[in-house]
């Protein structure tokens, strides 16, 4: 073990503070014995045989790069974006895939603002190369992450280097050196300003290395504790004035905009910007600002396409001349097989085609059910082969653990009997209480952030929509994965109304049909308020000519609870409960408009664009604000808004609603599979790797 690998094992358990104060003394000793070198090595400024310049005849190339460290640097990447666009420059954002979830939205919003979006190591945990078996190991990740992300660009976490290991991922460019920095890990440079190109091999094509040349943010502003960013002006004026390439990576980890309160370990933002200022006023129209994957494509355009090729600077081991790692296709993701839970009726529909995608991948699919809320017998409807374990205990505290309990308990001879390999589920917490006894992988879908998880029942992955934050969700941030849009999006592109539902409740076309649920009164997120505003749209109803409710309770509890409290609900005929089992997306498709105290409900009737307004009154999670700010879904505050903002209105049934497939299948999809990949803990083996 190298003592870079002893340093990065041992780092998690060293306080951050500490941390701090040992490189600081480290970085000043080295600062005093790098005066020749740093912040300027002048034999890093030879340009590369037959350098023809830059492109419009510009005095030198820059390029800005932001490595997000951290959950905290992800939620100011927004900000730093916004000031980089106001000031007429672009850069590449590079994120971590297994650290944090990054949204969709944010880097296809960055790509869309003329941004670049990289891949930022695996982790950032310094042990990316430890072992070239290790290393080809996580390749098949990486390059999902960079196909997802549609990135052609990789950062090293901590410049920690091997340019030869780098050449089995699938992108066109890498920054993972430096031109001279002796505070990082692997302290030896590049001796050069320009780029070079990394060969691949006969086979593929080389990938190009943009070292950065200005010193990092972090290591000028918290190690060295510099105060002005002098030396960042005084590196730039050197690179200009050789015509090289102005490199800067920074972090918006340790930035500190204005609004909040400063860290320790953060530095103005206002420096970054006012080096931006610097470059613009100093050097207007004498640089070439653009992507990292442009100068790449550029370099190639000089050094491969024109026939030349530059050598590789002299301080660098020239690549092999084949990649370290054999070719590799794709994850080869083992077969495995699979217990879902199906703990709530919603779950039925929702796993259905998830159930088949799994099942045509190879991997086997065991399924319970909880006899509760009519998840049975919609199970049955469906075809779906399950095993009835369980039932509810209501709504006291004390009873609602009591069965949680009891049902891991009668799910222990169905687990002995099956070994899944991973459990999962949309909220079976008795699943969870098992799988994580026997400490097999727990995989939680989840679309409510302020759903509760008792001790012990916290799955070991969360899979949510990318609106929400993972700060808070029962996983570690590193073990939360993004899906695209809503859950309902799984299922209801595959509906197919059916009008017969219709006649079978005895409705007719000239009503206004409005679908009502209840609240969900033994929820531990109740809130009574709901209730009432159930009861005010209840008695609008039972008032309006010609319309007729169809009300869906929970349980025959409620049922039976409402039928005695509201006999007048149901004279005539005007509110009618289905005596058997319906599809809830045919009984949304037969009505005008849907009320509902619970989530599930009101997104099926968003993703099938019908009217729909939300009574529940618990704490408003982020999938709703996102539908309300969408105008899919109006939340209903008070009594008042009852009478003031639900239309009853008709709706046009004849409108074929857009069935076209989401993208969330295939997101929920990939992150198992990555999940099987990753839990499996299959060791690479030797014959997929080639020795260095």
């Not at 308990?409 to 008795?430: E, W």
């Not at 409510?448 to 700060?471: G, K």
């Not at 209840?518 to 309006?544: G, K, V, W």
């Amino acid at each position: 073990m190298t003592g870079i690998d002893f340093y990065y094992q041992i780092k998690p358990a060293i306080p951050r503070h500490l941390q701090i104060y040992i490189r600081r003394a480290v970085a000043a000793r080295k600062k005093r014995a790098s005066n020749a070198i740093w912040p300027i090595d002048s034999s890093a400024a030879k340009p590369p045989r037959d350098w023809p310049g830059w492109p419009e005849k510009k005095q030198f190339a820059l390029i800005l790069q932001h490595d997000v460290d951290s959950l905290k640097g992800l939620k100011k990447v927004a900000r730093l974006a916004e000031m980089e666009r106001q000031m007429g420059f672009r850069s590449s954002f590079n994120f971590v895939p297994e650290d944090y979830p990054t949204p969709f939205g944010l880097t296809r919003s960055l790509s869309a603002s003329g941004f670049e979006v990289g891949v930022h190591g695996l982790k950032h945990d310094g042990k990316l190369f430890r072992s070239l078996p290790d290393f080809c190991s996580k390749v098949p990740r990486i390059n999902h992450y960079l196909k997802a992300w549609e990135a052609v660009g990789f950062t090293s976490p901590s410049m920690l280097c091997n340019l030869e290991w780098l050449a089995a991922l699938e992108i066109e460019h890498s920054c993972s050196t430096f031109d001279t920095d002796p505070f990082e890990p692997q302290s030896e440079g590049v001796a050069s300003i320009f780029p070079f190109l990394a060969p691949k091999g006969p086979e593929s094509k080389s990938y190009v290395e943009l070292p950065y040349t200005l010193p990092q943010d972090h290591c000028l502003f918290i190690i060295l504790k510099e105060t002005d960013i002098g030396i960042w002006r005084r590196k730039l004026d050197w690179i200009a004035e050789n015509g090289g390439m102005a490199s800067f990576i920074s972090h918006p980890d340790y930035m500190h905009f204005e609004g909040a309160a400063p860290e320790w370990e953060e530095y103005p933002a206002e420096w970054y910007r006012e080096l931006l200022d610097y470059i613009k006023e100093k050097y207007d129209g004498r640089y070439w600002n653009v992507l990292p994957r442009e100068l790449a494509r550029f370099w190639r355009t000089i050094f491969v396409v024109n026939g030349r090729r530059e050598s590789t600077p002299v301080r660098i081991k020239p690549p092999a001349a084949k990649s370290p790692c054999r070719q590799i296709s794709g994850p080869g993701v083992p077969a495995a097989k699979i217990w879902i839970d199906l703990d709530n009726t919603p779950h039925v529909p929702f796993f259905i085609p998830i159930i088949r995608e799994l099942e045509r991948r190879g991997h086997e699919v065991v399924l319970t059910a909880r006899d509760a809320f009519q998840v049975c017998e919609l199970a049955a409807k469906k075809g779906l082969r399950f095993h009835k374990i369980g039932r509810h205990y209501g709504k006291n505290p004390f009873m609602k653990i009591i069965g949680l309990v009891v049902r891991a308990a009668q799910l222990l001879p169905f687990y002995l009997r099956q070994k899944p390999r991973i459990c999962l589920s949309h909220g079976a917490r008795s699943q969870n209480l098992v799988g994580n006894l026997f400490r097999v992988p727990t995989v939680l879908i989840a679309d409510y952030e302020y759903a509760r998880t008792a001790p012990l029942t916290h799955p070991r992955w969360t899979i949510v929509p990318d609106v929400i934050s993972p700060e808070g969700l029962p996983s570690k941030i590193s073990h939360v994965r993004y899906y695209r849009g809503i859950k309902e999006d799984i299922y209801v592109p595959e509906f197919k109304p059916s009008i017969s539902l219709l006649a079978e409740l005895g409705l007719r076309n000239d009503e206004l049909i409005i679908t009502v649920r209840p609240p969900a009164n033994e929820a531990h997120y109740y809130n009574p308020e709901s209730d009432l505003l159930f009861h005010e749209l209840m008695s609008r109803i039972c008032q309006s000519p010609g319309v007729r409710a169809v009300l869906l309770p929970r349980n025959k509890q409620q049922e039976g609870k409402l039928r005695i409290e509201f006999p007048d609900w149901f004279e005539g005929r005007r509110t009618i409960i289905p005596t058997r089992v319906v599809d809830g997306l045919d009984l949304l498709w037969i009505s005008d408009l849907v009320v509902s105290g619970g989530g599930t409900m009101n997104r099926e009737a968003a993703a099938l664009g019908i009217p729909v307004y939300s009574i529940f009154r618990g704490k408003t999670g982020a999938v709703d604000r996102m539908l309300e700010d969408q105008g899919r879904l109006r939340i209903i505050c008070d009594q008042d808004d009852i009478w003031s903002k639900i239309a009853f209105v008709r709706r046009d049934k004849n409108h074929v609603q857009n069935n076209k497939a989401q993208e969330a299948l295939q997101d929920i999809i990939g992150h198992i599979e990555d999940i099987i990949q990753i839990e499996s803990g299959r060791p690479f083996r030797w014959k997929d790797a080639r020795h260095p």
